[in-house]
């Protein structure tokens, strides 16, 4: 036996091989229902947002933003979020006395 007689075997092989993996990469590519692609945050009800509490309920976002920097320039950590009631300013119940306070000064 010669080298071309084991080349109409091994020919074949490698190449449905090659196209295995290639199936194997385009599955793995093109596969619905994980993506490192970040979703869009859906707005939930104001208890649904761990450790934070709401402390103010402003009637815009702008009027919001306002109040959650002036938290911050006051060192109490806080953020504003889009609720399902509207935006709320949220703080960690650690700050909340102290940003209520705050926030009944402006």
Known sequence: MNGTSASFLVG???????VGV?????RW???TGVS???RKPKPGADDEYGLLVPV???G???E?????RTLEDA?????LTQTLSGPRVMVFPDDEDRARALIERL
């Open 60 to 62: 815009t976002y702008v």
């Open 12 to 18: 074949p092989l490698i190449a449905f091989a090659g």
């Open 36 to 38: 490192v692609v970040a």
């Open 56 to 58: 103010a309920s402003p």
């Open 64 to 68: 919001g933003e306002i109040m959650r």
């Open 75 to 79: 060192g109490v950590r806080a953020t």
């Open 22 to 26: 290639l199936v194997l990469l385009l």
């Open 29 to 31: 590519t093109f596969r």
